[in-house]
């Protein structure tokens, strides 16, 4: 069902897309894995092959591994905070009651705003003094539990974690809500006629229809982790070294500190991380959409 | 549902309606905090911490204030320079690639479309070196068609991806009858599938646009002087400056979120479609 009339036909419109695509995506990261292969101070000269030097030096610096562990962090609670909870918030939302589309409308909007918004206002809630977080904290009598949310090493990247996760749950809920429209409502009703009980139900009909679904939205969560650079940019404005995440390492690393051979090589760290994610969403989206 | 029993049934519907209320209130509250403190005096900040609560006396002269003396306006207009031409650009040549992998069959077509699809999952700290180094041996670092020129390249993988899934519905015939006729394969691009794809192309474009509007990073390395900065560095910038003027900084904020929120208010449906591609089919 296809044309075949001329071999060079399809090339002619991929010409733009793809030469576009090249110098500002391809190429770049096979220059990035070469550059982290090399010490380079100024961004056009002075390259120098080091092999494996830089994640040598890696492996020995304590920035990185802060910047490894607070990643870790972020990675664990994005995926195990929004899967769960944006599952649950579709399963309710997923409802034709009047006021049901208005509830979900609302709830997306945090997805909307962009990180910069975000942080900004997060940060203000967040101030030690004026903050809402530690004002209900001392209205509620609990004044022993108010933080230096901020400013305390301790406390820092889940504050920021917690940011980026009351955003990553609408998202997910959207996932689910899409993958919910796979699920036939008989089958849920005949499980119950069986007398099936609502968590069986829920195991053995809904859990399984929804894997594509949830196989999207794990893996976008993990690659959104790993991208976590915004909040962190805008919160702490990459000066708090205690909440370095790897992208902010390597943008600090890269353009702050002129050592561009070491950022490539976090880059490359990050990468590796994402990439196994990276090719499981790839799978699943050829096999969902190919068939088409 | 039918099967369920009347009285279980208004249960359900209780506790659809509490817990809904209360999770979305819950959720919205520091949107909530923003809106309120933008519109109020600052003695009225400092006196009452309750950052949630109304204002008492409305002020509205933070926005003035934000959008002519601190510069607002200035990375409001930058931002919509930035973005326009890059969501236009991206989904023309994006609509070129999708036509290709869409209609014709060659070797390549699956691994072409892998490349765009994965492209745009890598983590974008691979690519800040290598572009910010082309943009400097191109003259291209603070200049408006060196940042757009890499949205269009990035969102790329994106919106190739979701145009040919678009162009796989268009019927085959529509496109083989004009060719019998001797009509230029260009000419059925341009005449016949780029016309059935605008509805698509008009989703995209809302996402592509919220996309774009709240970038940071990409600018972050591209535009470095004060002038050509979008809002979003705007408002990371202002929160510097104005670090204890916190309703000119609330202002500033919604000011940044205003046209992302009206414009999925507006296409919200579109805006769902885009995000989903991959999660409803099974």
């Given at each position: 069902m296809t044309l075949k009339k001329d071999k060079l036909l399809p090339w002619a419109f991929l010409a733009l897309p793809l030469a576009m695509y090249l110098i500002w995506v391809i190429l770049p990261v096979f220059q990035s894995l070469l550059f982290s292969l090399t010490h380079r101070d100024t961004i056009m000269y002075g390259r120098k092959f080091i092999g494996l030097g830089n994640f040598v030096r890696l492996v020995q610096d304590p920035q990185f591994h802060i910047a490894l562990a607070n990643n870790l962090v972020w990675l664990v609670f994005f995926v195990g905070i929004p899967i769960p909870l944006g599952l649950g918030i579709a399963m309710l939302f997923n409802?034709?009651?009047?006021g049901a589309r208005l509830y979900k409308t609302l709830f997306y909007v945090?997805?909307?705003?962009?990180f910069a918004v975000i942080g900004t206002i997060w940060a203000w809630i967040y101030?030690?003094?004026?903050g809402a977080l530690n004002t209900v904290l001392r209205l509620l009598g609990?004044?022993?539990?108010?933080?230096q949310w901020l400013g305390d090493k301790r406390y820092m990247t889940l504050a920021l974690v917690f940011v980026g996760v009351w955003r990553q749950v609408p998202y997910v809920m959207i996932l689910y809500l899409a993958g919910l429209k796979?699920?036939?409502e008989e089958l849920v009703e005949a499980a119950m006629i069986d007398g099936a009980s609502w968590g069986q139900r829920f195991r053995h009909v809904v859990i399984p229809m929804l894997a594509p679904a949830t196989v999207v939205a794990v893996t976008i969560s993990v690659i959104d982790s790993l991208r976590a650079f915004d909040i962190v940019y805008v919160m702490t404005n990459t000066k708090a070294r205690a909440a370095e995440v790897l992208a902010s390492y390597m943008y600090s690393s890269a353009f702050?500190?002129?050592d561009y051979g070491y950022g490539s090589a976090i880059a490359v760290v990050q990468f590796a991380i994402t990439f196994a994610f990276i090719v499981a969403y790839v799978n699943n989206t050829l096999k969902n959409e190919l068939q088409r | 549902m039918k099967s369920m029993s009347n009285s279980r049934r208004v249960a359900f519907m209780t506790a659809f309606y509490v817990v809904g209320t209360l999770l979305v209130a819950t959720w919205l509250i520091p949107i909530a905090i923003a809106f309120f403190t933008s519109l109020k005096s600052m003695d009225e900040i400092m006196a009452s911490p309750r950052m949630w609560a109304p204002p008492k006396k409305w002020v509205l002269t933070n926005f003035a204030e934000v959008w002519n003396r601190v510069g607002m306006a200035r990375y409001v207009l930058n931002t919509i320079i930035i973005a326009t031409p890059s969501v236009i650009g991206t989904l023309l040549v994006s609509s070129l690639g999708a036509f290709a992998l869409a209609f014709y069959k060659f070797r390549l077509n699956k691994p072409v479309l892998i490349v765009f699809i994965t492209g745009m999952l890598i983590p974008f700290q691979m690519l800040l070196i290598p572009v910010y180094r082309f943009s400097d041996s191109m003259g291209l670092i603070n200049t408006f068609p060196g940042v757009i020129l890499f949205h269009v390249a990035f969102q790329l993988g994106f919106c190739t991806f979701f145009l040919r899934n678009f162009m796989?519905?268009?019927?085959f015939s529509l496109i083989e009858a004009p060719r019998i006729d001797g009509a230029s394969d260009f000419l059925i691009y341009r005449k016949i599938v780029l016309p059935l794809s605008i509805s698509s192309m008009a989703a995209l474009g809302v996402l592509e646009f919220t996309w774009i509007w709240n970038d940071l990073l990409l600018s972050l390395i591209l535009l470095q002087v004060d002038r050509l900065k979008p809002v979003t560095l705007g408002l990371a910038n202002m929160q510097g400056e104005f670090i204890s003027n916190y309703n000119m900084i609330a202002a500033g904020s919604i000011i940044a979120a205003g046209a992302p929120l009206v414009i999925f208010l507006v296409f919200q449906r579109y805006f769902i479609s885009g995000l989903t591609v991959g999660a409803e089919k099974g």
């Open positions: 409802q034709e009651y009047p945090p997805m909307t705003l962009s101030h030690p003094d004026f609990l004044e022993g539990a108010t933080r796979n699920v036939p702050h500190y002129q | 796989r519905q268009v019927p």
